[in-house]
């Protein structure tokens, strides 16, 4: 059953090891959705951190202490048992997606694609329902709305408009309305991709950026912003009507960056 929006009702105040479980959840979710295979086990090692250390949060809300006599805190394990009058049915394969991380932290192992996309959504439910459930805390005041849709499988209505923009390119009348068009698109693009708190918004260096995420070299990429910047300033600059045949190569370099960037699938 669907979780409903719950009041928050705990402190404003987050402690500095909660924030860090939720900036390891969010790194771990990018990588995740990265698609890349070099991403795959980097999802894993950061959202198994954040799970324990939200679980280590829940056990100080308790009044509980998380070191042992030795200084160093608990393990996995050991939370576990320290919240054993908890009802945490998740616990299972939350232990084997430590073992697992275990493994990938020790031995370099890339999980698979199947693997990584079961454990990492055992992990985003169990996330959302221990904070909602524990920690009186709704997911939606802590995740970026970005990486929830992709998760939830909703549609994120700026790549979806950034797309409507691309295939109204497509069927513009004139070249250059073409290369306009398509450059409106591929701007609306990097404010999406941008992250705010920057306060920068590069064409250039977002795109490059993103799609190194990706795995996708900078040699890779290169070409193809060439290609967008040098038509679209020929035609903005001046009174230059290209030619049918370059504002295909701009609307292909375009579709080549959108799909680096993860905006459209191949």
């Not at 979780?3 to 090891?17: A, F, V, W």
């Not at 608990?74 to 939350?94: A, G, N, Q, V």
């Not at 977002?206 to 995420?213: I, M, P």
Request: glycine letters at 4%; one cysteine or more.
């Amino acid at each position: 059953m669907a979780l409903g929006i719950k009041k928050i009702t705990m402190n404003t105040y987050r402690s500095p090891m909660f924030n860090h479980a939720i900036e390891s959840f969010e790194h771990g979710l990018q990588h995740y959705l990265d698609g890349t295979q070099r991403s795959r086990k980097f999802a894993l090692l950061h959202l198994d951190q954040a799970v324990e250390l939200i679980l280590k949060e829940k056990i100080v809300h308790l009044g509980k202490s998380i070191y042992k006599s030795d200084g160093t805190t608990l393990t996995l394990h050991e939370s576990f048992s320290s919240l054993k009058s908890l009802d945490i049915p998740e616990r299972p394969r939350l232990e084997e997606v430590h073992d697992l991380r275990n493994t990938v932290q020790h031995k370099g192992l890339t999980p698979d694609q199947p693997a990584t996309e079961f454990y990492v959504k055992v992990l985003y439910e169990f996330v959302k329902r221990f904070l909602y459930e524990e920690l009186d805390t709704n997911i939606e005041s802590i995740i970026d709305a970005r990486y929830r849709a992709l998760m939830e499988g909703m549609p994120i209505p700026e790549i979806n408009e950034v797309k409507t923009i691309f295939e109204n390119a497509k069927m513009s009348l004139t070249s250059s309305e073409k290369i306009l068009s398509g450059y409106a698109a591929m701007q609306r693009a990097v404010n999406f991709l941008s992250k705010p708190e920057s306060g920068i918004r590069s064409f250039r260096s977002t795109f490059r950026s993103v799609a190194s995420s990706r795995g996708f070299s900078r040699e890779k990429i290169k070409p193809y912003l060439d290609t967008i910047m040098r038509l679209r300033n020929k035609v903005v600059h001046s009174e230059y009507s290209p030619s049918d045949d370059e504002a295909q190569q701009f609307l292909d370099a375009c579709e080549n960056i959108l799909n680096f960037v993860g905006i459209i699938q191949d």
